[in-house]
Structure formats: C-alpha cells, structure tokens
C-alpha cells in the first residue's frame, strides 16, 4: 500500500483569475509585502537565520517603524516567504551553485487563511489592506473553481496574490485508499504508457500514448540552440528568450500529461484498481549528453508525480516497485535475458509478448511477490493477447493548443 502517513494533509493551489484589475491599495500592499521580504532575505542573510520567528525578531520593528500601517498578519507572513527564500539559497549554496543575493522581482504577496476571507458562494475575497481598510477580490469563477469552492470537506489554507490572479489552497486530510479489486500495472516510456490491466483471472493490455510530448520537446530544443546562435551578442536576451521557450515547454507538455494521468486515473478509479508502478528515484541520467536530453527522464518523473498525487488525494492506492531487470525477466520461466532486444521480447520457454507489456508484467509480479498488491494473483496463461485497451490517445487531446496557463487551471 502507499506511504501515506495518517492525518498527513494534502494541500492544491487552485488558480483563480480576478474578473477587474487589482484596486490600488492592494497594488500598493503587494509592492509593501515585497519590499518587507526583500528586507528579511538581507537581515537574515546578515544574520544566518532563516526561520520566521528569528526573522520576526529581527525585521519586526524596523518595518514597522517605515510601514506602521502595514497589518500585521501580513507582515508575518512576508517573514515566512522571506524565510523559504533564504532555506532555498542555502541548499543551493550547499549544492555549490553559484549565486547572488536573493531577491524577490515579482509583486507577488502570500496571506495566511487568517489573513483574509473568501465567501464560498460568491467567489470574493475580502483582503484586509490596515486597519480599517479592505479591499474586495472579484474571483472569476468557472466550474472546475465550482467543484472546490462546494466541496466543504475541504478547508481554505494560503492566499497568493498576484496583479492578475490568485492562488487558493484548498486542503484536506488524506483519505483511506480503497481495497484494490484489480490492479494495472504501467511500465512508463518516453513517447507512451504500456500495461497490463488484471481482474479475476483475466489479463488484458493497456496502452495511453503520448507521442506529441517528444515532439515538443525536440522542436523547443531546436528553437532554443536557433536562438542561442541568433541572440549570441546579447547573452541576456538570449537568456530571457530560453526561459520563456523553457516555460512554454513546460506548458505544453503539462497539459498533456495532466490528461495521460487523468485517463489512467479515471480507469483505475471506475475497476477500484491498484496503480502499480516502477520506481523512478534509483534511475542515473545517462552518460551522452544528446541521449541524455532527448531521453530526457523528466516527462516521465513529471507524469509518475501527477499520478501519484492525484491518486492521493482521490484514495486510489499506488505502488512502486524497482523496476530493475523488468524490461528484461521473462515473467513465466524467470530466465533474465543478458541484453535487451527489440520491441519484442521473446524467451526460450516461447514466452514472446511486446517488450513494454513484459516489462509491466514484471513489475506486476514484483508487486504481488511483496504483498504489496492486495490479495490479487496474475495467471500469465489467461493473458489475452489479441485485447488492447486504449486509455489515452494523441487524438483525445484535438483541442490541441492551450494558450497562457489556463488550459492547466481546467485540467483537472
Ligand atoms: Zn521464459
């Protein structure tokens, strides 16, 4: 079963965009906050100190004497942020990556659920600004918002506010996984997903395929070398270009997997089965350069994660298994063949079957051999060859392009 501790809280930031312009007094709030944080990162960097309540100690009243108007929860809750900033610096100063002073850019500000209210049925924020000054927050709501904002199972955690848009946490205790009545196991791949699907005695094969995340990958690569060469006179040009490239990428790649996982979790969740996967974390990048980019891991340790945490908060059981020799163990004799072969893999006894399907099939068994899976039995003798169950498909995501983020806001 899922690590999952008891009473652990599960928290998702939820993306709402405001239906006018921030007022003023919330603009001049946010420019305050920052400069607040701004002022903590240099006192606690002066000082070495990175929790909040040092911090309180020592920006506490210095703000407060330029800023007396400033509410105070607000204030607190920039030491925090200031706090988060300072704990990142130092891991990576510790990893040894050179960098300069920290400093917050953006007019960005992060109110504690204390620090404000937010009227479930009409989606306004009241924000208090100092004493005796609010402001109120038109959220835009949509029906995805809906379904958070009427689920009162859900508490309200932070705030984050920005010019345009603001981020609720909605919070939650983890619920119990259910008891798994089947299991599908996936063996993850850079351009799909392939596995086997097992109730009863009766194993069918399961594929969602991804292929466009590849493409997208290599044509961002290719626009981004395009640009390196292009913007060469100017190296910070060319660097803002790659970052805005890099977080189009993101983007769109994102939303793809959003609905891979989404497929995957919503067929798990209908047969109550277990998701059984291979564990990423043991697994080195590769020595080239070149295979090591266009192998890349990260769209298949993003995909494990939104799995993972969506099965969390839905109660649908995950387990992760090493996958070592699994794309190479012949699941019926137990032979581990010395090299891998093509997309078939095919064994002495006559076991031959697509090499990604083996593969979950080991991992399946890895599954069942630790107690890890139920009470669940797989019989490679009732595997149905000829059945393929497709669960995603480049063709369901036609809408194609999301533009900006809010194609990610609705996916859910
Ligand atoms: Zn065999």
Request: glycine residues 6%.
């Amino acid at each position: 079963m899922p690590a999952i501790v008891k009473d652990e809280m599960l928290v998702r930031g939820v993306v709402f965009y405001l239906d006018s312009e921030l007022p003023s007094e919330a603009k001049f709030l946010l420019e305050d906050f920052r400069l607040a944080v701004n002022n903590a990162i240099r006192a606690g960097l002066q000082a070495r100190v990175t929790s909040r309540n040092a911090l309180c100690k020592l920006a506490y009243k210095g703000f407060r004497q330029e800023h007396p108007e400033m509410y105070s929860q607000h204030l607190v809750s920039a030491f925090e942020v200031a706090g988060s900033v300072l704990k990142n610096h130092r891991r990576r100063i510790r990893k040894g990556v050179t960098c300069g002073i920290p400093y917050v850019k953006r007019r960005i500000m992060k109110a504690e659920n204390q620090a404000y209210k937010l009227d479930r049925k009409s989606g306004v924020v009241d924000l208090p600004i100092r004493a005796g000054c609010h402001v109120e927050l038109r959220l835009i709501v949509s029906q995805y918002h809906r379904k958070y904002l009427d689920d009162m199972s859900l508490s309200l955690g932070s705030l984050t506010i920005l010019p345009d848009r603001v981020v609720v946490a909605f919070r939650k205790d983890a619920p119990r996984p259910y008891a798994p009545e089947s299991a599908l196991s996936l063996d993850t791949n850079e351009r799909s997903v392939d596995g086997v699907f097992v109730e009863g005695d009766v194993a069918k094969t399961i594929k969602a395929e991804f292929p466009e995340v590849a493409i997208i990958q290599q044509r961002h690569h290719d626009r981004r070398k395009r640009l390196q060469k292009r913007k060469a006179h100017d190296r910070r040009i060319s660097r803002e270009l790659c970052r805005r490239e890099g977080t189009r990428e993101h983007r769109r790649v994102d939303y793809r997997l959003h609905h891979v996982a989404n497929s995957v979790l919503k067929f798990a969740e209908e047969r109550k089965s277990a998701i059984v996967l291979e564990d990423l974390k043991g697994i080195r990048p590769r020595k080239s350069k070149e295979l090591n980019r266009r192998l890349s891991m990260w769209p298949r340790r993003k995909l494990h994660q939104i799995i993972e945490y969506k099965a969390q908060w839905r109660g649908i059981p995950v387990v992760k298994v090493d996958p070592r020799y699994s794309s190479r163990t012949c699941p019926i004799c137990g032979r581990i063949q010395y090299s891998r072969m093509g997309a078939e893999f095919a064994c002495e006894c006559g076991w031959h079957l697509d090499r990604h399907v083996n593969a979950s099939i080991n991992l399946l068994q890895t599954a069942i051999s630790k107690g890890m899976a139920g009470g669940l039995r797989f019989n490679p003798g009732a595997f149905q060859h000829d059945v393929m169950m497709i669960l995603y498909e480049p063709a369901m995501a036609a809408r194609s392009e999301p533009n900006g983020t809010s194609g990610i806001a609705g996916v859910t």
